[in-house]
């Protein structure tokens, strides 16, 4: 494509707080090209990423956008790979692969399926638009740079056509097992089983921050082998503590806790919040989904409905929506290594515990 000349400054690119008013569409965009680049070689991503350049890295460094600053640099540095990230996130909410994207929100965020259409539909014209939009700042008022971006649309959308059908689509795990009256049955001796391991030994109160954060951290990890193909987030289903029925079962108890009564546990619970927050953690850092910015989102809608029970912060009032969400992501790592130092201190005499630990450990070695 040609190159473009006399480009404008990040001021005259973007009005103030312009981020904050695109960032739910970028959010579902990003969300749907990190789980499509996540299977490189399949034909469709193959096939985009050899007509754009657009990868996975490439998705991760555009996903990983949060502020008005970050989103003028792309548009400056390289918005031919922000149009094609844009263009093909349409796509993809657009067809098969927004299931499970819209499925990991309705559990993520305790949404139901009119919730998370509605969403998609409120959406997706907006980032039609914006599609068009980054468009026209990409061609620069360049004829010849308007007509190579028509044709690469053609083709990412031709390419779609043609192969949509080879998408591989994994639906997510089920918020609960189903029910089975025979589970666990002892046919010899006709009685059901007694796991020790099911004892509760452990108590312990939670704030509601922290039970919100628990709750976050089991759902990251029952459905992210679910949501990517990356090595990290396949291996998180073979962690020992995380277990899809036990991942299940204490999702439901932890939705119906409160911070009124301490919280006990059994030792696979353990196990399960000892894996699945360190999981969280190291996700966050590493932006494998922008999960903390979607539930913050969400969030902050949510109290723009609800009149608050007590006087805000004046000082997280006074903050920036990424202060804020730096802010956020501090805390709620601050409860991740209490959680996990509290385990670790309570458990020091337990050997299966250095067992989840060497997992862990293994686990960060492929981000």
């Given at each position: 494509?040609?190159?473009q000349?006399?480009?404008?400054?990040?001021?005259?690119?973007?009005?103030?707080?312009?981020?904050?008013?695109i960032?739910?569409?970028?959010?579902?965009?990003?969300?749907?090209?990190?789980?499509f680049?996540?299977?490189?070689?399949?034909?469709?991503?193959?096939?985009?990423?050899?007509?754009?350049?657009?990868?996975?890295?490439?998705?991760?460094?555009?996903?990983?956008?949060?502020?008005?600053?970050?989103?003028?640099?792309?548009?400056?540095?390289?918005p031919?790979?922000?149009y094609?990230?844009?263009?093909?996130?349409?796509?993809?909410?657009?067809?098969?692969?927004?299931?499970?994207?819209?499925?990991?929100?309705?559990?993520?965020?305790?949404?139901?399926?009119?919730?998370?259409?509605?969403?998609r539909?409120?959406?997706?014209?907006?980032?039609?638009?914006?599609?068009?939009?980054?468009?026209?700042?990409?061609?620069?008022?360049?004829?010849?740079?308007r007509?190579?971006?028509?044709?690469?649309?053609?083709?990412?959308?031709?390419?779609?056509a043609?192969?949509?059908?080879?998408?591989?689509?994994?639906?997510l795990?089920?918020?609960?097992?189903?029910?089975?009256?025979?589970?666990?049955?002892?046919?010899?001796?006709?009685?059901?089983e007694?796991?020790?391991?099911?004892?509760l030994?452990?108590?312990?109160?939670?704030r509601?921050?922290?039970?919100h954060?628990l709750?976050?951290?089991?759902?990251?990890?029952?459905?992210?082998?679910s949501?990517?193909?990356?090595?990290f987030?396949?291996?998180?289903?073979?962690?020992?503590?995380?277990?899809?029925?036990?991942?299940a079962?204490?999702?439901?108890?932890?939705?119906?806790?409160?911070d009124?009564?301490?919280?006990q546990?059994s030792?696979?619970?353990?196990?399960l919040?000892?894996?699945s927050?360190?999981?969280?953690?190291m996700?966050?850092?590493?932006?494998?989904?922008?999960v903390?910015?979607?539930?913050?989102?969400?969030?902050e809608?949510?109290?723009?409905?609800?009149?608050p029970?007590?006087?805000?912060?004046?000082?997280?009032?006074?903050?920036?929506?990424?202060?804020?969400?730096?802010?956020?992501?501090?805390?709620?790592?601050?409860?991740?290594?209490?959680?996990?130092?509290?385990?670790?201190?309570?458990f020091?005499?337990?050997?299966?515990?250095?067992?989840?630990?060497?997992e862990?450990?293994?686990?960060?070695?492929?981000?």
């Open positions: 494509m040609s190159e000349s006399d480009a404008p400054t990040a001021a005259d690119a973007l009005p103030p707080g312009f981020y904050e008013r960032a739910p569409f970028l959010q579902l965009c990003g969300m749907g090209c990190l789980q680049f996540s299977r490189p070689h399949d034909p469709l991503p193959q096939e985009i990423t050899d007509l754009t350049g657009l990868d996975l890295a490439g998705t991760r460094m555009i996903t990983a956008i949060n502020n008005n600053d970050m989103l003028a640099r792309q548009l400056l540095e390289e031919e790979l922000f094609v990230h844009l263009l093909v996130g349409c796509l993809l909410l657009d067809g098969p692969l927004a299931a499970p994207v819209l499925r990991f929100l309705e559990q993520g965020m305790h949404l139901d399926a009119e919730q998370t259409d509605a969403l539909a409120r959406l997706l014209p907006f980032g039609e638009t914006f599609v068009e939009l980054v468009g026209r700042f990409a061609a620069h008022d360049d004829e010849e740079a007509e190579d971006l028509h044709l690469l649309r053609l083709q990412i959308e031709g390419a779609f043609r192969l949509a059908h080879t998408l591989q689509v994994t639906d795990p089920p918020a609960a097992p189903e029910n089975n009256e025979n589970d666990d049955w002892d046919q010899e001796n006709g009685k059901f007694e796991d020790e391991d099911d004892e030994i452990f108590e312990i109160k939670f509601e921050e922290q039970l954060m709750r976050l951290a089991v759902t990251l990890a029952r459905v992210l082998p949501l990517s193909a990356q090595p987030a396949q291996a998180v289903a073979g962690l020992s503590g995380c277990s899809v029925p036990s991942m079962a204490l999702n439901g108890r932890l939705r119906e806790a409160t009124a009564a301490p919280t546990m030792w696979h619970d353990v196990a919040l000892y894996q927050t360190q999981v969280l953690a996700a966050m850092v590493s932006n494998v989904l922008d903390l910015r979607w539930e913050e989102q969400l969030s809608e949510a109290a723009a409905e609800t009149p029970a007590e006087a805000p912060d004046p000082e997280a009032a006074a903050l920036t929506p990424p202060e804020r969400f730096a802010r956020r992501q501090e805390i709620i790592c601050m409860m991740i290594t209490g959680f996990v130092e509290c385990v670790q201190e309570h020091a005499d337990e050997p299966r515990l250095n067992e989840l630990r060497r862990v450990t293994a686990l960060a070695d492929l981000l």
